[in-house]
């Protein structure tokens, strides 16, 4: 329990004497790239160790929240490097580079003498969180890596970009609906829509819905925010027609829901978008992998996420090996990836208790 509550005392209040950070570097297939690492300055090493991954956002490992959170853990008792992935910062939905990025960050961390010999975690947040367990069975990693811990993760791409573009999720028959975050449907039309042979001269299509997702990502606000319906506006000001009604799927006004056709319209692009990006980049669909995973796994998923709903949690917890499992859980104290946090009230009491609990199994899964 002590490392946990050091967690949650540097989470919530953050202590400039308790944690040393470094900025630094690593080797990833001959290229030279940033990272920081983060110590506790009080607790004698060597240390257990976490490599923790930013996910597809504009400041990368700069992100407050991540910064916060890596703290945090470092605070707990962990050396804890946080590998830059530039491909990540552009919004690219690139998932070989993560898988390289896993090795080198793990192996550059347990060279450095500073980690206990073989315990090296690795904690994967969103789309990070996914390509972590799917990494988890590198060879190269045998004998180095001694967990996985996975926030807000996807079992199932096809359901999961279904989601992000329609706002249902389904477990065990029952369909549920929440508004989704148009941040992933922006990153996705921008990255495969130009695969979709209708679509191949389509450049200027998906690089103004490219620029919405970098634009929210850059001004740190949410996706669905009327703040972000003057760009809408003129992004869609230099589209032709054509690619005006593709735009007006995937980015209408905050205060106008597509209508039943648009949404029939919308269903059919999605299906075959879904069919080119795996076709593209197999490393997407996590199925294959995720019944192999051959370390300690933890789990945990926001409820109210808007991004990745829970039921995704349920698939990837469902479909692992039943003895890595160490713990699961879904909170609702905070919503995707560590990012918005729920403020503790009296009704709260209860779940709170949960949520440590919960914590206690990421701390200490290692």
Known sequence: MPSTFRFLREFLRPSPEAVVAEETTYERNGETLEATLFRPSKVPGPLPGWVTLHGLTYYGR???????????????????LVPDLPEWRRLSVSPKP????????????????????????????SF??????????????????AGIAAWGGYGDFRRVTRFMFLGEHELNGRTYRLAPDPYGSWILTGNYVTLLPEHASDD????????LALDAGRQQIMSWDPAMDALKVEERAALNDRQREVFDLIAPPTDRPLTADQRE??????????????AHEPLLDPSPYLPRVPVPIFLAHGEGDRLIPWTEMERIRRVLPPERLRRSGITTLFSHSFGER????????????????LLRGMVTLI
């Open 342 to 357: 729920r403020f503790p009230t009296p009704a709260l009491v209860l779940e709170g208790i949960r949520f440590v609990r």
């Open 265 to 278: 319209r919308l269903r059919s692009l999605v299906e075959r978008l879904i069919d080119t990006a795996i």
């Open 62 to 80: 700069k992100h407050p929240s991540l910064e916060r959170f890596a703290r945090a853990l470092a605070a707990s008792g962990a050396a804890v």
């Open 204 to 211: 200027r299509l998906a690089e103004a819905v490219h620029r």
């Open 128 to 145: 990070g969180a996914t390509q972590a367990l799917i990494a988890a069975s590198d060879p190269a990693l045998e004998g180095h890596l």
């Open 98 to 125: 993560t898988v390289d990025t896993i090795r080198s960050a793990v192996l550059e961390l347990d060279g450095r003498g500073i980690t206990q010999a073989g315990r090296i975690g690795v904690m994967g947040f």
